[in-house]
């Protein structure tokens, strides 16, 4: 397989030309950057106008969930800007809402005019898993219901409800796999993007912790870290901090991004999905389908273990899950690149908690916004390794301070993992988008493109 190095462009691969967010402290792509870029914890205590969520029913404090990762003001909604009725805006999931808001972001970041794309073939793909505002509304007997419930309230409608405002008539799909969703819903839009079924798509997740019953399911389960932190392949280990937010991207074909002139963070160059199948249990990982998924990923990318310098994890700072996912990515990894130093992991579960069907995207913003910037934030809390976890023998480093790219002379490549608690694992492999020159084509007005390496061939003109 081709090394990364000089890397050519390949048809297959995938253009980031847009990007938002609404995660906590971090109300916009920049305010994430610094958050991460600063070791920021976003971790705080249940916002006051959602205290009831960190008790049970008979007022007993849930242990886990005092702490999280939350956004403020999640009520808070410009109905009449997207042309939606007062009455109907109040029957919606807060979370159609906010990922409406997302993607008009999106767009305006990526310089697209939300009405001139009207009627365009582009995809919408978005992961969530939970439906915390209709156990809510349910909660409140059948008076609550509206005419406006039906559609306010399922699930699949948080995607179509985008390709409605929007006028887009590309595939649109609420993703479920769980806790890998959102990364499950950018291998789907990149598969789709491929197959030509649309020519640019929407791509994100969303979760919002507004129910009692939610988090008292979290916490009855067992997997909340009574610390309300996520100490990721740390010796203290002991579950992960709940949190809350959302994360878009807007993604096009890389040979059809660089002929409109689309700015792009990144390129999405393969990815792969499988399932644990029947491991020793519904939520027990399998460490072979984990490495399965990752080198599968790799493969399709064309790329081996010494070409990736960081991986960002699925990381969520169990008992259990950081053994299995380690020595997985040090078998499909660490290992085959000993001679090339240790390969870096890190997890932004640490800054901001486990989003669960968002936090696949989570992970990927911070990946797209660490090659832009050329720094690989820290990940937190870690102080000595798990003892199930020998990082020296799986060649493993974590990253606990902001530092530039190991080997940055070379193009950057990066992979992003998530693994959801029923078996669905994604990888997805992530590099630098490739600097071109512009050369005279033999044809009067054509103009053709080739990779020159790191360094820009000219200067470019923005036009403002």
């Not at 074909?253 to 660089?258: E, G, I, N």
């Not at 990318?301 to 053994?323: I, M, S």
Request: with cysteine.
């Amino acid at each position: 397989m081709p090394s990364a190095e000089g890397f050519p462009v390949r048809d297959d691969m995938i253009a980031v030309i847009g990007m938002s967010c609404r995660l906590p402290k971090a109300p916009d792509i920049d305010a994430f950057w610094q958050l991460l870029r600063s070791g920021g914890d976003a971790i705080t205590r249940v916002p006051a106008d959602r205290e009831e969520i960190g008790r049970s029913r008979a007022g007993d404090a849930l242990p886990g969930i005092s702490f999280g990762g939350y956004l403020e003001s999640v009520d808070r909604f410009d109905a009449e800007f997207f042309g939606i009725s007062p009455r109907e805006a109040t029957a919606m999931d807060p979370q159609q809402r906010l990922v409406l808001e997302l993607s008009w972001e999106a767009f305006e970041d990526a310089g697209i005019v939300p009405g001139n794309v009207r009627g365009d073939r582009i995809g919408v793909f978005i992961g969530a898993n939970r439906d915390d505002y209709a156990a809510l509304l349910r909660g409140r007997g059948t008076d609550a219901i509206t005419a406006h419930s039906n559609t306010g309230l399922q699930r699949g409608m948080i995607a179509n409800r985008v390709s409605y405002v929007l006028g887009l008539s590309g595939p649109s799909l609420t993703v479920d796999t769980a806790q890998s969703s959102s990364l499950v819903a950018v291998h789907l839009a990149c598969e789709s993007l491929r197959r030509g079924e649309c020519t640019s798509a929407l791509v994100g997740g969303v979760k919002l912790s507004i129910s009692q019953e939610t988090a008292a399911e979290e916490a009855k389960f067992g997997g909340l870290s009574p610390d309300g932190r996520c100490f990721t392949f740390d010796s203290r280990a002991n579950g992960y901090a709940r949190g809350e937010g959302g994360g878009m991207l807007v993604l096009k074909p890389l040979s059809s991004a660089l002929a409109a002139g689309d700015p792009v963070y990144c390129v999405i160059r393969g990815s792969a999905v499988n399932s644990d199948g029947a491991s020793d249990g519904l939520t027990v990982p399998s460490g072979a389908a984990q490495e399965a998924v990752i080198r599968r990923a790799h493969q399709l990318a064309g790329l081996q273990a010494a070409d990736v310098q960081y991986v960002e994890l699925h990381g969520t700072g169990t008992r259990v899950g950081d053994p299995v996912e380690a020595a997985a990515l040090g078998a499909a990894l660490g290992r085959d690149r000993a001679e090339h130093g240790p390969l870096v992991v890190g997890s932004v579960k640490t800054n901001i908690g486990h989003l669960e069907s968002a936090a696949g995207v989570a992970g990927f913003l911070k990946v797209a916004l660490a090659i832009r910037e050329r720094e690989i934030p820290a990940s937190l809390n870690f102080r000595e390794p798990n003892p199930q976890i020998p990082v020296d023998e799986l060649n493993l480093r974590v990253q606990t301070r902001t530092t530039p790219w190991p080997q940055a002379d070379r193009s950057l490549i990066a992979g992003v993992s998530s693994f959801g608690m029923g078996g669905t694992n994604c990888h997805v492999v992530v590099g630098e988008a490739p600097v071109l020159e512009r050369s005279a084509a033999p044809e009067a007005g054509v103009e053709s493109v080739a990779e020159v390496g790191s360094e820009s061939a000219g200067s470019v003109v923005w036009v403002v």
